[in-house]
């Protein structure tokens, strides 16, 4: 079983930064592609990057320029670096994995950490 714990959200002011957090735990499986997505409140979950196992980014065109993510720890953690945030940035912010075991391939959600932009 995959747990994916996030950390570093919080307020920030517009044009400011915030680092996100998540570092996976479990064993018995193959961590493959990592990544974020946001869910502000009355909107639809969506993507903001991920990045696979090989190192290949896809970022939404929101994040594109702004926001870069990373993986480390032996691919078990991933990193959002976001810059240059904007109010609409604000949105709960959860960690995704797509692991494979015996049973298959599984998709894994982190509970989520909040972001705030504000003045």
């Known amino acids: 079983q995959v747990q994916l714990v996030e950390s570093g959200g919080g307020l920030a002011q517009p044009g400011g930064s915030l680092r996100l957090s998540c570092a996976a735990s479990?064993?018995?499986?193959?961590?493959?592609?990592m990544g974020w997505y946001r869910q502000a409140p009355g909107k639809e979950r969506e993507l903001v990057a991920t990045?696979?196992?090989?190192?290949?980014?896809n970022y939404a065109a929101s994040a594109t320029g702004r926001f870069t993510i990373s993986r480390g720890g032996a691919g078990k953690t991933v990193y959002l670096q976001m810059n240059s945030l904007k109010v609409e940035d604000t949105a709960t912010y959860y960690c995704?994995?797509?692991?494979?075991?015996?049973?298959?391939?599984?998709?894994?959600w982190g509970r989520g950490t909040q972001v705030t932009v504000s003045s």
């Open positions: 990045v696979t196992g090989g190192g290949r980014t």
């Open positions: 995704y994995a797509m692991t494979t075991n015996r049973g298959g391939r599984n998709e894994n």
């Open positions: 479990g064993s018995g499986f193959t961590m493959n592609v």
